[in-house]
């Protein structure tokens, strides 16, 4: 009898598993911080506000600027922080402003994390420190 309930969850198991393995909601500490953290903040950060632009948190991102917010949540099409990493990489506007494109794979993620609605925790979660911000350590 044991053996028989193993047998069906292995079953269940298998036939469950592509439906709730298709899209998991994505997770932004996880797959879209390191991506703002590595491409984006070391020219959106406090001392850096190019385009008006503060990517440092959520809080600092809708923060108002003459070009209007950079996320409407669930309208990625609609959404400057996406739209700008699709643009051809001559427009101006194409980000990031210097070295390669990002991945594919990484723009459909923040495509997807704004059409789940652009939940970006407060806090140390969602706090994305420039790497190459001058340290007082001298590191
Ligand atoms: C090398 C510096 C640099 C990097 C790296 C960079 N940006 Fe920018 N960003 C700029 C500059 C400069 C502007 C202003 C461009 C303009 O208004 O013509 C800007 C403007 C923007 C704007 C506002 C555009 C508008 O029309 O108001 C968004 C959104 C943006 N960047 C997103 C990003 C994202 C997302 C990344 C990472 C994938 C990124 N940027 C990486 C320099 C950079």
């Avoid at 923060?63 to 739209?83: A, H, N, Q, T």
């Avoid at 994305?128 to 340290?135: E, G, H, L």
Wanted: with cysteine; hydrophobic share 40%.
């Amino acid at each position: 009898m044991k053996r028989f309930f193993c047998l069906t969850g292995l079953v269940m198991g298998v036939l469950i598993q592509p439906i709730s393995a298709a899209e998991p909601p994505v997770d932004f500490v996880n797959q879209i911080k390191p991506i703002l953290a590595d491409r984006c903040v070391e020219c959106h950060h406090s001392e850096s506000l190019f385009g008006e632009l503060n990517l440092q948190s959520r809080e600092l991102m809708m923060r108002k600027r003459k070009g209007g917010p950079v996320i409407m949540p669930k309208e990625p099409e609609k959404s400057l922080l996406y739209i700008v990493l699709t643009l051809p990489p001559k427009e101006p506007k194409a980000m990031p402003a210097t070295g390669h494109r990002i991945a594919k794979s990484e723009m459909e993620l923040i495509r997807r994390w704004i059409a789940e609605g652009a939940t970006w925790p407060d806090g140390k979660d969602g706090a994305i420190m420039p790497r190459k911000m001058p340290s007082k350590k001298g590191v």
